[in-house]
């Protein structure tokens, strides 16, 4: 054992000075390559600016009443003039009742539509094909979040297939669903006059789109009142808490267009109009794009200014919102984004066959590696940011820059033909 250590050493002394000598030689070879490259790609830049702002709507509270409250409309959902938009119960006993009364009055319909039925199978195929269309709906809601539509699609889901069992399933002969309707007719009516006295609707006094938020700013900020506003007010508004009312049903957005009051720095409000239609990227849980129309442009005061903008669109995606950031995006570019180290200026001379003149001329571009042989492409700078440039290719033949292209970044003495080894 003694012997075999010195044997060990030298071949661990071995491993390690090939592994200097390897490391060595590839650092050598990095610090002696020749040029260095990257590869051009697709690129979309925005000219944009960020903002905070409030959204403004015309809003009226529906004030609660004593008692059970259960309300009957969802987020964004439209109302009109005298329909309900909530039930207001005595106690938990009238609930019950109101809800039994519920279930008793759907049963019925569903008895009245199988006994309007015919045993055919056409029909049954149809009630199925119903069946399976509402499941695929009430999953397609559920994937893209639209939650606010889950209870009505569930209660269709449970209709179509109850038809479907009382037409198809329990084998119920006429006289059987005569005399279970005639039961469910007496039980309505008792239910119906018992709670009368026990359960109030509320009802909506106007048209409008309902939101069950009710945060105190529907009578502080509106349309009219932020075009008045000065920086310094806006921030306020902002900044305050309000003092909710917790007895509210909610409330009714009236109008369908509404506005976004944001403060805007003097350089950006600079390149606004009024009237025109801008870009307004919203974040946070509501990332979307909105057309927007420049309603006001207020003074500029230390720097910024109040820019009210407005759309009718989205309206019901947007009535949870009240202090929201954005971006104004006046302008995107799409092209080959490669480093600014790329861009270079040829300069060469034109001569004219017939006289012999020759002309200098300059063109920007840059130089490609090809099968290890450098190629000048011509470019037009669309925009630049930080380290960058996005081009468009100056041509469009095989000259032409595209996406993918291995850009050199740095060489010293390069030229056009230039041969690199990889």
């Known amino acids: 054992m003694k012997q075999g250590k010195p044997v060990i050493n030298s071949v661990m002394i071995v491993l390690a000075a090939a592994l200097a000598i390897y490391f060595g030689v590839y650092i050598f070879k990095s610090f002696d390559t020749p040029y260095t490259s990257t590869l051009a790609y697709r690129y979309t830049m925005l000219d944009s600016t960020p903002v905070d702002g409030i959204i403004a709507r015309e809003e009226t509270v529906i004030p609660g009443q004593n008692g059970i409250l259960d309300v009957t409309r969802s987020e964004g959902e439209r ?47 149809k009630l199925d094909e119903t069946i399976l ?15 606010s539509e889950l209870q009505d699609m569930a209660v269709q889901v449970k209709s179509s297939i109850l038809k479907r069992s009382y037409t198809y399933g329990e084998g119920l002969t006429t006289d059987d669903l005569n005399a279970r309707l005639a039961e469910l007719k007496k039980q ?70 509404w506005s976004y ?3 805007v720095d003097a350089d950006a409000v600079q390149r606004l109009r009024v009237g025109e239609t801008v870009t307004m990227r ?19 005061v230390d720097g910024q200014a109040v820019v009210v903008f407005s759309s009718t669109r ?3 995606e947007t009535t949870l919102l009240r202090q929201q950031s954005a971006e104004i995006i006046f302008a995107h570019y799409t092209g080959i984004r490669v480093p600014k180290s790329a861009l270079r200026m040829l300069k060469d001379t034109y001569k004219d066959e017939e006289t012999g003149q020759e002309t200098p001329y300059r063109q920007l571009g840059v130089y490609v590696l090809v099968a290890g042989r450098t190629e000048f492409k011509p ?44």
């Not at 269309?133 to 939650?147: G, K, M, W, Y």
């Open 188 to 257: 309505i009516s008792t239910l119906r006059s018992q709670s009368a006295s026990e359960v109030s609707r509320i009802r909506a006094q106007h048209s409008g789109t309902f939101s069950s938020r009710v945060d105190g700013f529907e009578s502080v900020v509106t349309p009219a009142s932020v075009r008045s506003l000065t920086p310094a007010q806006l921030r306020e508004r902002m900044d305050q808490g309000r003092q909710t009312d917790s007895s509210a049903v909610g409330k009714l957005i009236t109008n369908e267009r």
């Open 133 to 147: 269309q509402s499941i695929v709906d009430l999953r397609s809601a559920t994937a893209s979040n639209r939650f």
């Open 79 to 125: 109302v009109g003039a005298g329909q309900t938009v909530a039930m207001i119960y005595r106690d938990s006993q009238a609930q019950e009742s109101h809800a039994e009364l519920e279930a008793l009055a759907t049963e019925a319909a569903l008895l009245n539509f199988a006994m309007n039925q015919g045993e055919d199978v056409e029909s049954s195929a």
């Open 314 to 316: 989205y309206l019901a």
């Open 379 to 422: 470019v037009e700078v669309l925009s630049e940011g930080d380290g960058y440039y996005v081009l468009k290719p100056a041509a469009s033949d095989r000259k032409a820059l595209r996406e993918g292209d291995e850009v050199i970044t740095k060489a010293t003495g390069i030229y056009i033909g230039q041969m690199f080894n990889p």
């Open 282 to 300: 919203f974040t946070g849980d509501f990332a979307q794009d909105v057309e927007m129309q420049v309603d006001c442009i207020g003074q500029v």
């Open 261 to 263: 009051a944001a403060l």
